[in-house]
């Protein structure tokens, strides 16, 4: 496997989510990034995960309720990128999709249109 560590990884996530632009990052509401080192059991391969209800579904309803959470998996992601003997570059790019996928689904954006758009 890829050998990075659990910061430097950390540090790739901050970097993603501040290419995100501002007028998008300025949109976003009630959502919290981690990192973890692994995802659910039921799905090893999971490099990211979107947990709550996007923009595009609230409604005035939506008040006192916990951030939405957006995870990133720093294991899956090193295998895959070490098993395609890539290095740091594709970590960082691979890195970015994720952080990008997943934020898009905080705005309502599935996974169909994430494929077609290069996000999958």
């Known amino acids: ?62 008040a006192g309720v916990l951030p939405d959470r957006i995870s990133v998996y720093m294991g899956p992601t090193l295998r895959m990128v070490a098993r395609e003997g890539g290095g740091r570059e594709l970590v960082v790019a691979e890195v970015e999709v994720t952080v990008v996928h997943e934020i898009a689904h905080h705005f309502g954006i599935d996974d169909e249109r994430l494929h077609s758009l290069g996000y999958g």
């Open 1 to 62: 496997m890829l050998e990075m560590t659990r910061e430097e990884f950390e540090g790739l996530v901050s970097e993603a989510l501040d290419r995100i632009p501002p007028e998008l990052t300025r949109l976003m509401d009630n959502v919290a990034v981690f990192v973890e080192d692994e995802p659910p059991p039921e799905d090893p391969e999971l490099l990211g995960l979107y947990e709550g209800t996007p923009l595009t579904e609230r409604g005035e309803w939506y």
